[in-house]
T-cell receptor
Framework: DGGITQSPKYLFRKEGQNVTLSCEQN?????MYWYRQDPGQGLRLIYY???????QKGDIAEGYSVSREKKESFPLTVTSAQKNPTAFYLC???????????????FGDGTRLSIL | DQQVKQNSPSLSVQEGRISILNCDYT??????FLWYKKYPAEGPTFLIS?????DKNEDGRFTVFLNKSAKHLSLHIVPSQPGDSAVYFC??????????????FGQGTILTVHP
């Protein structure tokens, strides 16, 4: 079955520690995205990548880093510079074949990050 | 600057009745709009979308209406079912270029459908 896999589902971070959230997709999608959701709020875009080896900052990129070495994978690192990392993190992907027109993003089931 | 707003945090509806969820936007460059449904601790699930060249799109019990002059869209669910109880997010994007697929989300509306 094709889909987006995020791991782990729950993650705990100590103060001053970097942690990496995994996102893998087997949908052959070109573009991948990372969002953050806080209680009572919508999703906010952290980083996105439309093609391998290229990515752009979203609206709240400070304290985060990403890489896109493979089409299937888009890991997100939450660095110690992110002062309020506790949140629900969601990864999404979509195809970028222009002949198909606009296509919706499909989401993984998220990773909940908490600070110890 | 909230470019996509869902002004009703919650909505309660009786089973079998119509649910109407509303969304307003400010960026006139948005040309693709989507509705997602989300359960707690899960990722959003895509429901329905509409392009700015249309004013209505229907898929089963779900219909999305777009009023470009008012910068307003709505999602109608008829008939509402208890399984529809979830948080609903509207989202918008600008097609093409480096912003392709970049979605801006509203804050969400919690829909509760009572049996």
């Amino acid at each position: 079955d094709g889909g987006i896999t995020q791991s782990p589902k729950y993650l705990f971070r100590k103060e001053g520690q970097n942690v990496t959230l995994s996102c893998e997709q087997n949908l052959n999608h070109d573009a991948m995205y990372w969002y953050r959701q806080d209680p009572g709020q919508g999703l906010r875009l952290i980083y996105y990548s439309q093609i391998v080896n290229d990515f752009q900052k979203g609206d709240i990129a400070e304290g985060y880093s990403v890489s896109r070495e493979k089409k299937e994978s888009f890991p997100l690192t939450v660095t110690s510079a992110q002062k309020n990392p506790t949140a629900f993190y969601l990864c999404a992907s979509t195809t970028r074949r222009l002949l198909l027109g606009n296509q919706p993003q499909h989401f993984g089931d998220g990773t909940r990050l908490s600070i110890l | 600057d909230q470019q996509v707003k869902q002004n009703s945090p919650s909505l309660s509806v009786q089973e079998g009745r119509i649910s109407i969820l509303n969304c307003d936007y400010t960026n006139s460059m948005f040309d693709y709009f989507l509705w997602y449904k989300k359960y707690p601790a899960e990722g959003p699930t895509f429901l329905i979308s509409i392009s700015s060249i249309k004013d209505k799109n229907e898929d089963g019990r779900f219909t999305v209406f777009l009023n470009k002059s008012a910068k307003h869209l709505s999602l109608h669910i008829v008939p509402s079912q208890p399984g529809d109880s979830a948080v609903y997010f509207c989202a918008a994007s600008v097609a093409g270029g480096t912003s392709y697929g970049k979605l801006t989300f509203g804050q969400g509306t919690i829909l509760t459908v009572h049996p």
